[in-house]
């Protein structure tokens, strides 16, 4: 009777197992897309234009026009060395310029009179090839005079140092009385042009190789020129940029690549030479799959898979490679093909082989109803 009882026993406990709820797991179905490769790049702002106040003539600076840190537009005064030299040179050009115009005109009328002299022979033919000559003489020395007038003009100008582009400019290493000279090696102030600005970036030539062997083999495609940058304290900038352009060298020292890009700065938010960190979807990778994080597992040696919905309802492991993410998801490049069902929800204690009862993610339900406490049904 006592093993009557228990066999009795036995068979009902088997066939309360046999009719046990699978647990129900969400899933989302695989399909490939194009996933842009975000890349994070640190960089330095750099001014658009950078010039060098320098003086084109020696002399005593008498007066500052500008002030310091303010805004100068392009041919604006902004010191003046002292012209007493220069303009006396200009008079003096403009002197030896009147003197050789009388000598050339005097010596143009007496080629002239010579001429007919000469042709009736009552002079010698040599008398009058002389006074031709000495007429072209005279006529070449104004115009050498000329050209000494003006160059005295350009350096009685070059005494007020204009400002060469139109920017913010920085203090004055000069003051007024010291001794400006035009073969100097400080010049005399510095002017950057900040809106708008360059960010350069620094990139490894290995990842550069490696992005362009991809692009060459139809595995990606080149990304979007636009440029996000981030600040030093984590904030975002608000305006986005453009990629310029990319060395064609690689620097010997850190084995870098500089990529140029550039932002608008009205308000004059980023200053020259401020570390930042641009982002920017370098390229666009080919049928990879966006999978939720959470549906992502590891192995102990590190290796990545995910639970997928197998013949027959049953869950199976399956091995998958995935290097990065982008939002809150994993991007997976290799392992899934399009129309596998991704279990998403529902993972905890799910082994291969497991009977399940699969239903879209996006269904409302209580998932993995066999987890419930006892008592309490759905």
């Known amino acids: 009777m006592a093993a009557l009882t228990a066999l009795a026993a036995c068979s009902g406990g088997s066939q309360q197992d046999r009719h046990a709820p699978k647990p129900k797991v969400g899933f989302v179905v695989a399909k490939s897309s194009d996933v842009p490769v975000e890349v994070v790049l640190g960089g330095r702002t750099v001014a658009y234009e ?15 026009y500008f002030t310091e ?18 303009r006396a040179a200009v008079n003096q050009s403009e002197a030896n310029l009147a003197s050789a115009r009388a000598s050339a005109d005097a010596a143009a009328v007496k080629a002239e009179r010579y001429k007919p002299l000469a042709e009736m022979e009552a002079i010698a033919k040599q008398d009058y090839t002389d006074a031709l000559a000495q007429a072209r003489v005279a006529k070449a020395a104004v115009a050498q005079n000329a050209a000494a007038l003006d160059t005295a003009r350009i350096n009685l100008r070059f005494t007020t140092v204009p400002a060469p582009i139109s920017g913010r400019i920085g203090r004055s290493l000069f003051t007024v009385g010291a001794l400006a000279s035009a073969s100097q090696a400080d010049p005399l102030a510095l002017i950057q042009r900040t809106d708008p600005i360059y960010v350069d970036m620094k990139q490894s030539s290995t990842d550069l190789t490696a992005l362009r062997q991809k692009l060459s083999q139809g595995g990606a ?3 979007s ?24 060298t690689v620097d010997e020292s850190t084995g870098t690549v500089t990529i140029r890009a550039q932002f608008p700065n009205p308000d004059g ?17 080919h049928d990879a799959y966006l999978v939720p994080q959470s549906a992502v597992l590891r192995d102990f040696d590190g290796s990545a898979y995910v639970m997928i919905v197998g013949k ?42 497991d009977a399940i009862t699969p239903v879209p993610a ?16 759905d």
């Open 269 to 285: 938010l980023l200053l020259p030479g401020m570390f930042v960190n641009a982002v920017f979807d370098q390229s666009v990778q």
């Open 69 to 86: 840190g303010a805004y100068v537009r392009a041919g604006q005064p902004l010191f003046q060395i002292d012209p007493s030299l220069y």
């Open 312 to 353: 027959e309802g049953k869950a199976m492991r399956r091995k998958v490679i995935t290097d990065r993410t982008r939002g809150k998801f994993s991007v997976v490049t290799d392992g899934l093909a399009d129309g596998e069902k991704i279990i998403v929800d529902g993972l905890n204690g799910l082994k291969q082989g």
């Open 221 to 223: 495609s080149a990304g």
């Open 225 to 248: 020129t636009s440029v996000r940058l981030k600040l030093q304290d984590g904030n975002a900038y608000g305006a986005s940029g453009t990629v310029k352009f990319s060395e064609v």
């Open 362 to 377: 996006s269904t409302p339900q209580r998932v993995n109803a066999s987890l419930q406490p006892s008592g309490k049904q």
């Open 50 to 64: 950078t010039s060098q106040v320098r003086p084109q003539v020696s002399g005593v600076i008498k007066k500052r």
